[in-house]
């Protein structure tokens, strides 16, 4: 079972800028895709951006031009680079990773609270 691990959420006023990372146990070089989901309260978890293998992007319309999502092989860890951060921004934020051949998630990170004040 591959462990992925987020951090970065936290409390910003509306306007700031946070950074989540997920780190994995393993290597991602050979996953098909990783990315991230939120889910607000009282709402259906939404996905937010996705980064392919071959380093194709995908973003919900709502976070184009604010959100950018990145990898670094190297040290097994994408991130979510999120700044203009909105209230309705507010959400737990969950890392996945898509294997090999596979077109949906099979491992999910923890979560991790952002908190969008305005």
């Known amino acids: 079972q591959v462990q992925l691990v987020e951090s970065g959420g936290g409390l910003v006023q509306a306007g700031g800028s946070l950074r989540l990372s997920c780190a994995a146990a393993?290597?991602?070089?050979?996953?098909?895709?990783m990315g991230w989901y939120r889910q607000a309260p009282g709402k259906q978890r939404e996905l937010v951006a996705a980064?392919?293998?071959?380093?194709?992007?995908y973003y919900v319309d709502s976070v184009k031009g604010r959100f950018t999502i990145s990898r670094d092989n190297a040290k097994n860890t994408v991130y979510l680079q999120m700044n203009s951060l909105k209230p309705e921004d507010t959400a737990v934020y969950y890392c996945?990773?898509?294997?090999?051949?596979?077109?949906?998630?099979?491992?999910w990170g923890q979560g991790t609270q952002v908190t969008v004040s305005s």
């Open positions: 996945y990773a898509v294997r090999p051949r596979e077109n949906y998630p099979a491992y």
């Open positions: 393993g290597s991602i070089f050979s996953y098909n895709a």
């Open positions: 980064l392919n293998h071959g380093g194709g992007t």
